[in-house]
């Protein structure tokens, strides 16, 4: 049979040659995952640059982006819808390339779905952290870095995600190419009592701030507010909308 010549293998006497762990791979030992990272971080992908927020309350989280999508130097998209429910009572945004990105919320979306149908109940928010980290550490979705949001029994959460996995439950944390300028206004109107209204015209400062100055991220605001009762989502061209 003839030697694949792809990414694939590097050939059979490479392999033969090799020590492999017995159970291996473990995650995040996929083959090339090094040289598919380099080639995901290309110019000829459409990613999101984009600014992205996540801010917990004691109801429930909000979380907001921006609309835009770039390819290599032009704006390939002025609509994109950066935030996701993956989740009864969950969402995700986006950073990063868009395909890895959507094939993450569809790989979320029906393992939430079926974990509701083997357990009759709904997957908890550090359940779906651990799933999104693992995930991303199997090195199949280069590169995204999102931040995921929700509620459950215990409460609501905020988890910052690296693109390799890595994952940190915070009070509110940003993602993305305008986080320094998002980040700023986060540490300035950011409260212990924050509440969902308060928090939804925070996020829209710190996003607005974003788009003033990173060329990656604008074209309008889209919000999550995850609660007890669901996820909803609004989209807003315009921030006087918000603020």
């Given at each position: 049979?003839?030697t694949?010549?792809g990414?694939?293998?590097?050939?059979?006497?490479?392999?033969?040659?090799?020590?492999?762990?017995?159970?291996?791979?473990?995650i995040?030992?996929f083959?090339?995952?090094?040289r598919?990272?380099a080639?995901?971080?290309?110019?000829?992908?459409?990613?999101?640059?984009?600014?992205?927020?996540g801010?917990?309350?004691?109801?429930?989280?909000?979380?907001?982006t921006d609309?835009?999508?770039?390819?290599g130097?032009?704006?390939s998209?002025?609509d994109?819808?950066k935030?996701?429910?993956?989740?009864?009572?969950?969402?995700?945004?986006?950073?990063g390339?868009v395909?890895?990105?959507?094939?993450l919320?569809?790989?979320?979306?029906?393992e939430t779905?079926l974990?509701?149908?083997?357990?009759?109940?709904?997957?908890?928010?550090?359940?779906?952290?651990?799933?999104?980290?693992?995930?991303?550490?199997?090195?199949a979705f280069y590169i995204?870095?999102?931040?995921?949001?929700g509620?459950d029994?215990?409460?609501?959460?905020?988890?910052?995600?690296?693109a390799?996995?890595?994952?940190?439950?915070?009070?509110?944390?940003v993602?993305?190419?305008?986080?320094?300028?998002?980040?700023?206004?986060?540490?300035?109107?950011?409260?212990?009592?924050?509440?969902v209204?308060e928090?939804?015209?925070?996020?829209?400062k710190?996003?607005?701030?974003?788009?003033e100055r990173?060329?990656a991220?604008?074209?309008?605001?889209?919000?999550?507010?995850?609660?007890d009762?669901?996820v909803?989502i609004?989209?807003y061209?315009?921030?006087?909308?918000?603020l």
């Amino acid at each position: 049979m003839r030697t694949p010549t792809g990414d694939l293998s590097d050939g059979p006497a490479d392999e033969l040659g090799r020590d492999q762990p017995v159970f291996g791979p473990e995650i995040g030992e996929f083959e090339h995952s090094e040289r598919r990272a380099a080639q995901a971080d290309g110019e000829g992908e459409m990613k999101t640059g984009t600014t992205t927020v996540g801010i917990k309350t004691a109801d429930g989280v909000v979380m907001a982006t921006d609309m835009r999508a770039s390819l290599g130097g032009m704006v390939s998209s002025k609509d994109v819808q950066k935030v996701e429910e993956v989740h009864p009572r969950g969402a995700l945004t986006i950073a990063g390339s868009v395909s890895a990105a959507q094939n993450l919320i569809s790989t979320l979306k029906a393992e939430t779905s079926l974990y509701e149908t083997r357990r009759g109940k709904d997957m908890s928010m550090e359940a779906l952290s651990t799933l999104t980290g693992n995930l991303l550490r199997s090195g199949a979705f280069y590169i995204v870095q999102p931040i995921l949001g929700g509620v459950d029994d215990e409460g609501a959460h905020i988890y910052s995600i690296d693109a390799l996995g890595g994952t940190t439950e915070e009070e509110y944390t940003v993602t993305g190419s305008g986080s320094q300028y998002a980040l700023g206004v986060l540490e300035q109107e950011y409260h212990d009592e924050v509440t969902v209204d308060e928090a939804t015209e925070i996020a829209a400062k710190a996003i607005q701030s974003a788009v003033e100055r990173d060329l990656a991220s604008g074209n309008g605001i889209n919000v999550a507010v995850v609660t007890d009762d669901g996820v909803d989502i609004t989209r807003y061209k315009e921030f006087d909308d918000l603020l």
